[in-house]
């Protein structure tokens, strides 16, 4: 249901990687992880995921104490990079 005519996000993953992508492949299917977090704002699979990779340097989940983020809310991560790094939320 859409607050006041704004679609919430849910709550997120991130990850700071080399090499593939490991949140996304472009034109597949989501993952499980992706599905939960996009269906129940449940992120601890994509999370968990995400510590197997060997190209992910730094990874965490971001969200508000009060559920979905609606406009005007914020969410905090802090990451640290290098060059070549990339980052994806």
């Known amino acids: 249901m859409r607050a006041g005519g704004a679609v919430p996000l849910s709550p997120g993953a991130w990850a700071v990687f080399s090499g593939n992508d490991p949140l996304f492949t472009i034109g597949q299917l989501a993952d499980e ?47 640290t990079a290098s060059q070549g790094d990339r980052l994806q939320f």
Not at 39 to 54: R, W
Not at 62 to 68: K, S
């Open 33 to 79: 992880g992706t599905e939960l977090i996009a269906e129940d704002g449940a992120t601890s699979v994509k999370d968990a995921a995400l510590n197997s990779l060997s190209d992910v340097k730094m990874h965490g989940v971001f969200q508000t104490t009060a559920g979905p983020l609606l406009p005007g809310d914020e969410a905090t991560f802090n990451f």
